[in-house]
């Protein structure tokens, strides 16, 4: 297991490495066809995270609706804010103005969780803050996108709805179930599971770059100031907000995680539900974005990782302050 648990963090270097490999010699991921395997590999991702969720957590959210929600509406606010200015400021491609507004408009990435243990954020806080926002993503990611992208392209508002319910709200609801009513398999299923998702996030990544090499040799500085920008100054602003409304480090430190880290295989596979009459381009951006936070987020967890902090007063026992929070 120790084995298992070192391979999945090593996320980002397999994630670089592969892309480099598929960009250098597209064969080497060409063999996977995405339009039929990107939905049942996202959905292999979804079902892991229900499988690291109880009901326990949702009563959690219970306890805290006011940080969670505060998380979640920064997410869904200033993300596709961000993703539709910076679209508009640079002027790419039309396909790829809607990819930078769907991957925005997407909820934060299921990385964003181990990000937050490393950076000895809010833990708790943010798998609350992940399974809400994924949750809200069935109706709000596909509202968002018809608003903000509607003017450049046609967007299918109900096959999105449809789309993200299948590969998003069905499996996440199927491991939560799993785990609380069929132990026997969620035992075997849980030590395996992370490994597994890293795995099909690697793959989708890689053979989305082997199959557009040539369109991301061509457009790749824009993309990756697109989206780099996007990523950077929505966890900027995530953290100072985020501080702003709550007066506490960790949650300012989630919030930060939280906002700055997209699902971008969310938006790969939308971009290639059919949802959109743009091309293939839709989904780069959400193969960048998936670059981009596992990035973000190990630069976040390498530097608040050695910054300790302090728990706040009004929540250590007897109003002490509490100790630092150790390293994972």
Not at 73 to 89: D, E, H, K, N, W
Request: hydrophobic share 55%; proline share 5%.
């Amino acid at each position: 297991m120790k084995l298992l648990k070192l391979v999945v963090d090593l996320f980002p270097l397999w994630l670089f490495g592969s892309s480099l490999i598929a960009l250098l010699y597209p064969p080497t991921f060409l063999w996977l066809d995405l339009r039929s395997t990107i939905d049942p590999m996202l959905g292999v991702v979804m079902l892991g995270m229900g499988l690291s969720l109880t009901f326990a957590d949702f009563e959690r959210i219970g306890r805290r609706p006011a940080a969670v929600l505060t998380g979640v509406l920064l997410q869904f606010t200033i993300m596709p804010m961000l993703g539709y200015v910076v679209a508009q400021a640079l002027n790419p491609d039309t396909p790829l103005v809607v990819g930078l507004i769907l991957v925005s408009c997407c909820p934060g990435g299921t990385a964003s969780n181990v990000v937050a243990y490393m950076a000895r954020a809010d833990v708790a806080l943010s798998v609350s803050m992940t399974t809400v926002s994924t949750i809200s993503a069935v109706v709000v990611t596909p509202l968002l996108v018809t608003w903000l992208a509607g003017s450049h392209v046609e967007v299918d508002t109900l096959a999105l709805i449809q789309k993200v319910a299948v590969v998003v709200l069905l499996p996440v609801f199927a491991g939560l179930v799993i785990r609380r009513y069929f132990q026997g398999i969620a035992q075997v299923l849980l030590p395996v599971a992370p490994t597994i998702a890293m795995l099909a996030v690697v793959l989708i990544v890689a053979a989305m770059v082997a199959a557009q090499q040539q369109t991301i040799l061509q457009t790749g500085g824009v993309l990756l100031v697109s989206v780099g920008l996007v990523h950077v100054m929505g966890a900027t602003l995530g953290y100072f907000l985020g501080r702003s409304l709550s007066g506490q480090e960790q949650m300012a430190r989630t919030t930060a995680i939280e906002v700055g880290m997209q699902n971008g295989g969310m938006a790969t596979s939308l971009a290639t539900s059919g949802a959109f009459l743009a091309g293939e381009h839709v989904a780069l951006p959400g193969v960048f974005s998936g670059l981009a936070s596992c990035f973000i987020g190990s630069v976040l967890a390498a530097f608040w990782s050695r910054r300790p902090i302090q728990v706040a007063a009004e929540n250590a026992p007897d109003g002490q302050v509490g100790p630092e929070i150790s390293s994972p």
